[in-house]
């Protein structure tokens, strides 16, 4: 059972609405997001070993119901390494992408991507159904993180791509053929990822965003501990900006996210502030050191760096999310351990004051100079600095290792839940609903005083 602790008096902390074990321990790779049709989000969990599970809330029952998924051309002796969900485009279903290892304790283990995608009209996120209809593609090395892309196909249209790094040190994309349904194959066309080139090391996480100037900001982490930030030109294919910085351990998560969260309220926004689209902070955890947050790297690279106290004190820290959790329109930090802890973190700015001492006036002409001069000198005694940071201001304790998480809408009603996987299961944390209530009658309230009439 998990055990609740604070280190803030705010009250927004997650209770566990559900949880669903599996029959053998996941990984970090092997969790996704099912979006439905109606817009909410299915889970979907995959033990290494074993069936899939999906935990979608039945609104009729006002329940979670977990439901075992058997994905077709998976054999019995295989292992998951890794699976992903997208849509291919706005006008198809879900894809899933699944990445395993048959014969594992084989002298030649043999590497597979399987894909699956809807084969009938009315199935586009029939989970069931999508199982049942793949692609099976051999793979050459070893194959470690998957992701989604976009590419601009031969009809100058966006289309959904698959990525996946591997032990060659390289990422490899995977595109559907356009002439025959769900046959995929390598893409060999222009490289429409020029970020991962020349990479020292395995990926072991990548995290990409489109920005509105018609470019793409991508960061990934390595094995060795390397990071490097790019900004694409996506109209040319060509790498504008590079940054790069060298860790002491391993890479395990990268995450890029604007310090104003995409559902801040308009009762809560500044309209004569700059959109939060033009300022970037990316959070870099490792497995050995201390989980930092760069801020606004596409101005200043990797220069300026926040650490996350306390993050380093639970074993290895494998992932991290961003998210509003206490809804104030200003995103939070949520940082998974081995060790069994799940941490919140706040950006903070607080005043500091300190003392200036005071410089002697040389040859006052008059008196008046020199009383002139005596009041700036008392004034500049005190000279009062912002010292930001982030706070640990919140923390909750599991019964077993964390090794992956999402924030997402499970129950449909807009609001997120925080889904866990630790290596006992899947643990659904849901917000105080009665607190939930609570602020959105007083920004309803706020809204509505905005309407009166003013004099």
């Given at each position: 059972?998990?055990?609740?602790?604070?280190?803030?008096?705010?009250?927004?902390?997650?209770?566990?609405?559900?949880?669903?074990?599996?029959?053998?321990?996941?990984?970090?790779?092997?969790?996704?997001?099912?979006?439905?049709?109606?817009?909410?989000?299915?889970?979907?969990?995959?033990?290494?070993?074993?069936?899939?599970?999906?935990?979608?809330?039945?609104?009729?029952?006002?329940?979670?119901k977990p439901e075992e998924v058997e994905f077709a051309y998976i054999p019995d002796n295989a292992e998951l390494i890794a699976i992903h969900s997208f849509c291919k485009s706005k006008d198809e279903g879900l894809v899933i992408a699944v990445i395993l290892v048959k014969d594992y304790?084989?002298?030649?283990?043999?590497?597979?991507?399987?894909?699956?995608?809807?084969?009938?009209?009315?199935?586009?996120?029939?989970?069931?159904?999508?199982?049942?209809?793949?692609?099976?593609?051999?793979?050459?090395?070893?194959?470690?993180?998957?992701?989604?892309?976009?590419?601009?196909?031969?009809?100058?249209?966006?289309?959904?791509?698959?990525?996946?790094?591997?032990?060659?040190?390289?990422?490899?994309?995977?595109?559907?053929?356009?002439?025959?349904?769900?046959?995929?194959?390598?893409?060999?066309?222009?490289?429409?990822?020029?970020?991962?080139?020349?990479?020292?090391?395995?990926?072991?996480?990548?995290?990409?965003?489109?920005?509105?100037?018609?470019?793409?900001?991508?960061?990934?982490?390595?094995?060795?501990?390397?990071?490097?930030?790019?900004?694409?030109?996506?109209?040319?294919?060509?790498?504008?900006?590079?940054?790069?910085?060298?860790?002491?351990?391993?890479?395990?998560?990268?995450?890029?996210?604007?310090?104003?969260?995409?559902?801040?309220?308009?009762?809560?926004?500044?309209?004569?502030?700059?959109?939060?689209?033009?300022?970037?902070?990316?959070?870099?955890?490792?497995?050995?050191?201390?989980?930092?947050?760069?801020?606004?790297?596409?101005?200043?690279?990797?220069?300026?760096?926040?650490?996350?106290?306390?993050?380093?004190?639970?074993?290895?820290?494998?992932?991290a999310c961003v998210a509003d959790i206490d809804w104030d329109g200003e995103n939070e930090i949520l940082i998974g351990t081995y060790g069994q802890e799940l941490l919140a973190y706040k950006f903070k700015e607080t005043p500091e004051n300190s003392v200036v001492e005071p410089s002697?006036?040389?040859?006052?002409?008059?008196?008046?100079?020199?009383?002139?001069?005596?009041?700036?000198?008392?004034?500049?005694?005190?000279?009062?600095?912002?010292?930001?940071?982030?706070?640990?201001?919140?923390?909750?304790?599991?019964?077993?290792?964390?090794?992956?998480?999402?924030?997402?809408d499970v129950t449909g009603d807009g609001l997120c839940e925080l889904v866990v996987v630790s290596t006992k299961g899947i643990h659904i944390l849901q917000h105080n609903l009665s607190i939930a209530a609570e602020v959105l009658l007083k920004r309803l309230m706020a809204k509505d005083?905005?309407?009166?009439?003013?004099?």
């Amino acid at each position: 059972m998990a055990l609740l602790q604070k280190t803030d008096p705010h009250s927004y902390f997650f209770h566990e609405a559900h949880f669903a074990s599996l029959p053998h321990k996941s990984n970090v790779y092997l969790l996704a997001n099912l979006r439905t049709a109606s817009g909410y989000s299915k889970v979907l969990v995959a033990p290494i070993k074993g069936k899939a599970v999906t935990v979608e809330y039945m609104q009729s029952r006002g329940e979670f119901k977990p439901e075992e998924v058997e994905f077709a051309y998976i054999p019995d002796n295989a292992e998951l390494i890794a699976i992903h969900s997208f849509c291919k485009s706005k006008d198809e279903g879900l894809v899933i992408a699944v990445i395993l290892v048959k014969d594992y304790n084989a002298a030649k283990p043999t590497y597979c991507l399987n894909i699956y995608r809807p084969w009938e009209s009315g199935s586009e996120f029939n989970v069931e159904s999508i199982s049942k209809n793949f692609c099976t593609l051999e793979l050459d090395s070893i194959p470690y993180f998957i992701f989604s892309g976009f590419i601009t196909n031969e009809k100058e249209d966006r289309e959904g791509v698959i990525l996946l790094s591997n032990s060659n040190n390289q990422v490899v994309v995977y595109r559907e053929d356009a002439e025959v349904p769900n046959r995929w194959i390598r893409y060999d066309g222009p490289d429409a990822f020029p970020e991962f080139h020349d990479l020292p090391s395995v990926i072991l996480w990548f995290h990409s965003k489109n920005l509105d100037s018609n470019q793409r900001l991508t960061a990934m982490g390595c094995q060795d501990g390397y990071l490097r930030l790019c900004l694409v030109s996506l109209e040319s294919n060509t790498v504008e900006k590079e940054w790069e910085f060298q860790h002491d351990s391993a890479i395990t998560c990268v995450v890029l996210f604007t310090p104003e969260s995409c559902q801040a309220p308009a009762v809560l926004r500044d309209g004569g502030s700059a959109s939060a689209e033009s300022q970037f902070h990316l959070v870099v955890t490792s497995a050995m050191e201390i989980s930092v947050v760069y801020r606004n790297v596409l101005e200043n690279g990797f220069t300026e760096q926040l650490l996350l106290e306390d993050s380093d004190k639970y074993d290895c820290t494998l992932c991290a999310c961003v998210a509003d959790i206490d809804w104030d329109g200003e995103n939070e930090i949520l940082i998974g351990t081995y060790g069994q802890e799940l941490l919140a973190y706040k950006f903070k700015e607080t005043p500091e004051n300190s003392v200036v001492e005071p410089s002697t006036p040389e040859n006052p002409t008059n008196q008046q100079s020199a009383e002139e001069s005596t009041q700036d000198n008392e004034a500049l005694r005190t000279n009062t600095q912002i010292k930001s940071s982030y706070e640990l201001t919140w923390r909750r304790s599991f019964g077993h290792p964390l090794l992956t998480m999402q924030y997402m809408d499970v129950t449909g009603d807009g609001l997120c839940e925080l889904v866990v996987v630790s290596t006992k299961g899947i643990h659904i944390l849901q917000h105080n609903l009665s607190i939930a209530a609570e602020v959105l009658l007083k920004r309803l309230m706020a809204k509505d005083e905005e309407r009166q009439p003013k004099g």
